[in-house]
């Protein structure tokens, strides 16, 4: 049984419609951690604010361990909820803020002490407690975000964008925390962020949303080897994926499929592209080559190639190469709906 | 579904409710003015008279009167020309102070500035009495320099720390910049900060401007005839006759007085609270 | 090239610093001189008299009484004014249809002069013609010829000042705890319903907590506005009946300008300080902590 479900979900807002979601169904499986990727305003805040109970839908149902949630307020529906900021009390201490979801259940004193040194042992901020927020780490803050979260033991975690007022540096580690805590309680989690790489890296399945819809739910691979459409496949993966239109068929590949002359060869069947190079860029563990392909129905179009350093034949700047891509690498796109397509042939 | 439906009618009634309450015990002062301003007097001093309603005809008379036959018009100019005054020395004084304790300070001129605020709390009730003495030292006793003098004393203060906060939230990087350009201090000041700060500066001029139509007790002190007096102290001083208060006219001066500051005073309020959050909270 | 102009900044709050010291600062020291003087209007003679005049005060009943009526008056109005003011702030937080006309309606009090207001409610709380009476009289509340003498009896007259005073403060404080309110970010209350607060364990527990520091400015300057206030008891009841309304701003006004004896006067305006000073104590240390957070 799925542990959150919607069914026709519709957000319709009055205002202009950033931020709208449009007829998204969703099944989430237990204990995984489900990320819903996509740009600012591609609904995906709504939608799990929707979840959560903090906005009312305009049509469609959200049902959570099989009930029809819409009408239960965020407390009625076992959900536990993880802000962009924390959300921490900042008048009450990290115990005090902890406690707090317990005392409003009516939980008695020893209880709540008990479950609160629990979940405080599981993110090891016991120390902290007499601590104010203001007087925390960010990391430090995160933890006891995730304290107060898991102190109710709810059947659901929501989570905002935990990772993005964090700097660069703790970003990171942060973010392995927070897997391994979620593999460890196995709680069922949702997960809003707008950064691929995370996206990539912490979930089970992505959802990747654009304007309100759904456009792919797989696994991290599924996502990333065979997206679903144009959006899916630019969205994901940096540098994006190379998209040629041409007047029949879009096709795309990505930078890292495209093969300079001497790997190109080893490829079974492959497609061979003139690529003129205009600079390239060395990052230390691969190199990115900025271009654009030379003749045939692609002529003039821009592309990307990277090539991982330990490779690397040197490409002058300026040079004319020929670059090839496996066959099975590419991709084929419908050119109206820029939807994945099978194969098709490739005008010359 | 219906209980959903309750719990989330019930607050919204509750809160309308609220909302009535004060507006009507706010306000109802001031719409009891303008039914008084309206009604004839034989009609107000009619006590089996219905209060909440016209039983005669409305009426201009004490308008007429008050414009007319009482020094009403005098005052409200002698309030505006003073107004004026006051906010023009508020304004020499205070903008060029504020700039300095923001900007070119440190962390004494935030004490200084501090300091500066703190003597907005000292009360007209405990300077009136040795300022009445300055005051005819000065030889000003019954003339309007007397208050246009003294009001500056708390509008400085109010002004110059609102001020600061506006001033703090402009970027030090504008002013470096600038002067990276070539202008001087002082330049950046002329050229670039005050133009930034329209905003509050205008906020000062409306909010000098009615402290001064609002204070009463150094005008009640300072000035003792009734052509020289201000409105907030003419009205409630000079409008009775002896033992009669001639209410019609009375509340009509009331109204005439009280309508267009709130306008005012509601355009700006915003940024009123813009500036004295920015300046509490730094 | 910004070290070279160093005199720049004192020049520039020079002039204001100065006013201040001068129609402030020294009036302030003359108030505390007159009141150790047998200074009079009038005259110029000046002759040290020591605590005398604060002897002859605290001597005086009547003086006493006024001091009392001075808490009483602040006290009353302050709490009505805290509590109505949450309240109507709450009730503002969220936009609504008609919301500036409401703000313009509610601000009035404050904004209009306070002489002003206070006259209009002089008229209403007229011991003939009230409005409020003739409502009582129609729900038989009270006998039409015993109508309340609303300023003219003691106990009534100190009500109707605190009444009018607190209508008068409302707006103020309302306005300064609105600010606090809407300055509390979205996600706190919204993270209390997840946790599970209703609306009053919310409101109580964690709104009015992080809004403590606001709602200790409204009071602090609410308490000094009051405690320092003559003009609405001036107007409505000229400290009568029977000096029964006096508080220790009208006191002085009394003795030293209508009477003019400004030693008294300075003497009884000086029992103002006390105050002052706790409260400029409150505003510095609030504002130090604001620093540091």
């Known amino acids: 049984m799925a542990v959150v479900e919607t069914r026709k979900l519709n957000k319709v807002f009055k205002r202009g419609n950033v931020g709208a979601v449009v007829n998204v169904d969703l099944q989430s499986r237990e204990g995984e951690f489900l990320v819903l990727l996509g740009p600012s305003g591609s609904g995906k805040t709504t939608l799990l604010r929707m979840i959560a109970g903090l906005e009312e839908p305009t049509s469609g149902d959200i049902l959570i361990g099989g009930k029809v949630v819409n009408d239960l307020t965020p407390r009625e529906r076992g959900i536990a909820m993880v802000f962009q900021s924390y959300a921490l009390y900042p008048h009450l201490s990290v115990f005090k803020n902890i406690v707090f979801p317990l005392k409003a259940q009516g939980v008695a004193k020893e209880q709540r002490q008990k479950q609160a040194e629990w979940a405080a042992s599981l993110l090891g901020i016991q120390h902290l407690f007499e601590r104010k927020p203001r007087e925390l780490s960010g990391g430090e803050r995160q933890r006891v975000a995730l304290a107060r979260a898991i102190v109710r033991e709810p059947s659901l975690f929501l989570l905002d964008e935990p990772l993005s007022n964090l700097d660069a540096k703790l970003r990171a580690s942060a973010r392995e925390e927070l897997e391994q805590f979620q593999k460890r309680i196995g709680t069922t989690a949702i997960y809003v962020t707008h950064d691929q790489v995370e996206a990539m890296a912490m979930g089970d399945r992505v959802v990747v949303m654009s304007q309100g819809a759904v456009r792919q739910i797989g696994t991290p691979a599924d996502v990333y080897d065979e997206p679903a459409d144009t959006f899916v496949a630019t969205f994901l993966g940096s540098p994006p994926m190379n998209i040629l239109a041409g007047p029949d068929v879009i096709v795309g590949f990505r930078p890292e499929h495209f093969l300079p002359p001497g790997v190109a060869e080893r490829l079974g069947d492959h497609i061979s592209f003139g690529f003129q190079i205009s600079h390239g860029e060395y990052l230390g563990a691969e190199r990115v080559l900025y271009g654009t392909i030379a003749g045939g129905a692609f002529d003039g179009r821009k592309a990307v190639s990277r090539i991982p350093a330990t490779h690397a034949v040197a490409q002058p700047d300026g040079s004319l190469q020929t670059f090839a891509v496996a066959l099975g690498d590419v991709k084929f796109f419908d050119p109206v709906t820029e939807k994945r397509t099978a194969r098709r042939s490739i005008p010359a | 579904m219906a209980r959903r439906r309750l719990t989330k009618v019930l607050p919204r009634i509750v809160m309308w409710l609220v909302r009535i309450f004060f507006a009507v015990v706010l306000a109802f002062p001031f719409y009891w003015m303008l039914i008084t301003t309206f009604k004839r007097n034989t009609d107000l001093n009619n006590l089996k008279n219905n209060p909440f309603l016209f039983n005669e005809s409305p009426t201009l008379d004490h308008l007429k009167l008050l414009f007319r036959e009482t020094l009403f018009p005098r005052w409200v100019l002698n309030t505006m020309g003073a107004g004026l005054l006051v906010v023009i020395i508020t304004l020499l004084l205070a903008v060029p102070a504020a700039y300095a304790l923001a900007r070119l300070t440190g962390e004494w001129g935030a004490q200084l500035g501090i300091g500066v605020f703190l003597t907005y709390l000292i009360p007209p009730t405990l300077l009136f009495i040795p300022l009445s003495k300055v005051v005819s030292f000065l030889g000003l006793q019954d003339s309007l320099w007397s208050i246009i003098i003294v009001y500056p004393t708390f509008t400085i203060p109010f002004s110059t720390w609102l001020l600061m906060g506006f001033f703090k939230s402009i970027p030090r990087d504008l002013e470096d910049a600038a002067m990276v350009d070539g202008l001087t201090q002082w330049g950046a000041f002329v050229k670039l900060m005050i133009p930034m700060s329209t905003s509050g500066i205008l906020t000062v001029v409306i909010f000098a401007f009615t402290l001064v139509t609002q204070e009463f007790v150094y005008a009640l002190t300072f000035i003792s005839s009734a052509a020289h007096q201000t409105v907030g102290v003419g009205v409630p001083t000079f409008l009775i006759r002896g033992d009669v208060y001639y209410w019609g006219s009375l509340m009509a001066a009331c109204l005439i007085t009280s309508l267009p500051i709130g306008f005012l005073y509601n355009l700006f309020l915003d940024r009123f609270i813009e500036g004295f959050t920015v300046g509490a909270v730094k | ?293």
């Open chain 3, 1 to 293: 090239m910004i070290r070279r102009q160093r005199w720049l900044g004192p020049v520039m709050f020079m002039p204001a610093i100065t006013y201040i010291l001068a129609l402030v600062g020294v009036p302030f020291l003359m108030a505390f001189l007159y009141s150790v003087s047998d200074a009079k209007v009038g005259s110029v003679s000046y002759h040290y008299v020591g605590a005398r005049n604060f002897i002859s005060i605290l001597h005086n009943p009547a003086f006493i009484r006024s001091l009392k009526d001075s808490f009483v008056f602040t006290i009353s109005s302050q709490v009505l004014v805290l509590i109505g003011a949450n309240i109507l702030a709450l009730s503002l937080k969220d936009a609504f249809p008609g919301r500036r006309f409401f703000r313009f309606l509610i601000l009035l009090p404050w904004v209009a002069p306070v002489s002003i207001g206070s006259l209009g409610w002089k008229w209403i709380l007229d011991s003939l013609y009230s409005v409020i009476s003739w409502v009582m009289v129609r729900m038989h509340l009270v006998n039409q010829y015993d109508t309340p003498m609303w300023l003219g009896e003691p106990k009534l007259a100190m009500m109707s000042v605190i009444l009018v005073h607190t209508w008068h403060m409302l707006p103020f404080a309302t306005v300064i705890i609105l600010a606090g309110l809407t300055a509390i970010p979205k996600d706190i209350p919204e993270a209390a319903a997840v946790d599970g607060a209703g609306f009053l364990r919310t409101t109580f527990q964690i709104t009015i907590p992080m809004m403590l520091p606001i709602i200790n400015v409204a009071v602090l300057f609410g308490a000094i506005f009051t405690f320092t206030d003559m003009t609405v008891i001036y107007i409505l009841t000229r400290g009568g009946p029977y000096d029964t309304t006096q508080v220790i701003p009208t006191e002085a006004f009394f003795a030293g300008i209508l009477g003019s004896d400004l030693a008294e006067g300075a003497a009884i305006s000086i029992f103002l300080v006390p105050l002052l000073i706790v409260a400029a104590y409150f505003v510095l240390r609030s504002a130090h902590r604001a620093e540091v957070t």
